[in-house]
């Protein structure tokens, strides 16, 4: 038996104690960065923020500390709080400073198989309690003592998520925290001391002072625009943000052993980038078909985009027609604004993971680049935080090397899910982005998308991106959702619109006739497939949108029986989100190729409402399922979508073998659609002479919010509460502290960022991407993930992967699990699935014969 040596956390012996200094006595000279200090780790002043695996370099407290803050000034200068994030920076390792932590790491990195209990040595209570304790006192001004809670906060809990200042049963998790919390905190005082005897104090104190009239700046500035106290709470969450990132970023440079600039200079990018779409531009007016009187439109409102893009950043709305160009538009808008006003990166917004493949393409295609534009679909890793709860060293140093989807590319398209996940989400890797909003261009695409439950949520971003973040949002859509009429309205200027005479533009895009079949009993499967081969027998292409997954295999296993056509007479397809990208992009080039004007071939496609956005495709006749009227216009936007001819039919039906009872705002959207076509059909002159005019979609909206005006601020059942109170005011909480303890809290922030991030989803249910194995690439990358892959290799496979992911329900997952047809792969953090349950056909199939046993959400 070896002899041990005491310590309060964990024994130490003495044989492994002799290992650490022994491994750590070479490379010791061997430093990070430009800064250089003499290190002598006997030296008990000596501490250590971390120790690199390979090399065995070791990162002093001082370097970690001083180069996060640099990094934290440069991230919080886009929204004017430089010094705020600075100071977060600044303090953020003081607990490193400890005896305690410098063996900790010593540990973990002699032994990374056997390491000490993650979280055994509290590292990050002490910068938190520090900045409170010394600039929270009864002579400190109000504004003072706002930032010092802002700054304690970020400190204290940058490895796990902001905790309330205000939670549940009258409590404070932050005051506990900063104030009470005893266990850990033995060597505090030493860690102060380590910490001041190389800070100046004064300096100290004159640097926060210039914290604090930035807050006076921003409280200025709140006020001016009339925002609700909500934009405090996510301007303390944005400086959350930089400091996650400047801590995450430098730990991995460190351990990469290279240094990069904190932001990259994107200015020569947007400049070629500009040039080639103008170039794209001048081909497409010199092409056989620019005299065609839908293209002279698009190329108006292309022209238009571009003359606007001069004007300051603001809240725009750009509502170009279904097929109207708007993806260029857009494009043209963004990089000229970019170029004019210095931001840094443009964004994409899209509603489902289905459109980013499409919209991604179209942009690499006209910018000729592919490095520089990132697709981010979903976070393929378990986005819990990294931090806590976690005893696998070596998971953690894996995971470390390969997060670097921070959003610093000059082009990112992603979701509406991941935007309002990095804002408003628990885990530090989804608020680690929220930085990279500010200062940019965002492209909202198919904006009517936002979930009604986060409306007011979504408000409040927008507004604390422009009027803080100094960003330029775009609002894209042929049915722009009224989002200046619900309470917590959006905040636009009175001239939003970028496209003029917009009347005018819809009735000369006007394109197709619709046609409401719509039966109080609806139409069942046998009926739809008869109506379908009529229409077939006039027209060669036809596109079927139904509401349920359930009801789309059920039609499209229906028709393909009847038809009994091979696929060179009649190609029929099925496309729904249990298919993974890859496979969904794979269909819909069959389908485009079907309906090549040059070579066209017959072909019905079945498909979920993902078509109806983002997809480039024009079909003869569209029958539509009665849904949201901003859902029916989206389809009957893949409906002689290039003006082929005058004009074709598209009908509006109720399909009887759909269930609802689960989509409750869909049935909504459909009873409102009904109730707007009535008042239409009654005066259709009050409403321009078309059911798809501005003015009837902005009706549809109005009464649409008005139906669910109770659900738009998030609530929050289990709590009797919404999200949206409980990080603008949050009232309620704070009457609770007051009636338990006769008096209000010691505090002038009250948001409940933990219970409002416990409790948010964007979707009803949280969902798991799940690896299918869809080709022999997808194959290949399971089986890399599944061996030996090199830590610096994960990130690149991880990207890859995202093209071959289904999302399921966690119900779904656990039937998969039950059955044997899902594995684990990466020590547990990736779901995988079995090939058997994954078909060419369907996507996701476990039962293997188009079943639904196993009671899959119908979503």
Known sequence: MTEARNDKDHAIPVSLQDKVELMLSSALQDYYGSRNYDINIQDPDVYIAHISDKEKRVQTVPEHLEAVKEGCETFGKKAGVSYLAGMAGLLHDMGKNTPSFKRYIQLATADPDHPPRRGSVDHSTAGGRWVYQRYCHDAASPVSRIAAEWIANCVISHHQGLRDYLGPEASSPFLDRVLEKKDGMEEYEQAVAAFVSRYDLEKLDQYFALAVAELEEII????????????????????????????????????????????????????????????????????EAADKPINRLRSQMSQQCEEFAVHPSGIYTLSIPTGGGKTLASLRYALKHALAHGRERIIYIVPYTTIIEQNAKEVRDILQDEEHILEHHSNILDDQDTDTNKSDYLVRKERLSLIRDNWDSPIIFTTMVQFLNTIYAKGTRNTRRLHRLCNAVIIFDEVQAVPPKCISLFNAALNFLHVLGNSSILLCTATQPALHFVKNRLQMPEQAEIIQNREEVSDQF??????????????????????????????????????????????????????????????????????????????LEKVNKALDPKNPKRIICISTQLIEAGVNVSFQCVIRSLAGLDSIAQAAGRCNRHGEVLSREVYMIRSAEEKLSKLPHIKIGAETTERVMRDYESNPGKYGGSLLSPKVIEEYFRLYYDRIKEELDYPIPRLEKNMFDLLNKNQAYYESYCRTYGNPPELYSYAAFATAEQHFEVISQATVAVLVPFNEEANNILLDLNGAAAPERLGELLRKAQQYVVNVYDPERKALEREGHIFSLLHGQIFALQKQAYSLEFGLDPDGEGGSSMGFEDV
Request: one cysteine or more; a positive charge; aromatic letters at 8%.
């Open 510 to 587: 006007k394109r197709v006739e619709l046609i409401n079949r719509v039966t109080s009993a609806g139409w069942d499967t046998e009926e739809l497939t008869q109506f379908i081969q009529e229409r077939m027998m006039e027209v060669r292409s036809t596109l079927v949108v139904l509401n349920t997954k359930s009801a789309v295999r059920k039609l499209y296993t229906h028709l393909t029986k009847e038809s009994g056509a091979d696929e060179e007479e009649l190609l029929i397809v099925h496309l729904s989100t249990n298919m993974c990208p890859a496979h969904r992009r794979e269909v």
């Open 220 to 287: 200025r500035k709140v006020k001016a625009n009339r925002l609700k106290p909500i934009i405090y709470s996510l301007l303390n969450k944005y400086l959350f943000s930089c400091l996650l990132d400047a801590d995450r970023s430098d730990t991995r440079q460190f351990e990469e052993g290279k240094k990069e600039p904190w932001e990259k200079d994107n200015r020569w990018f947007f400049a070629q980038s500009y040039e080639r779409v103008l170039q794209r531009l001048n081909e497409m007016n010199g092409g």
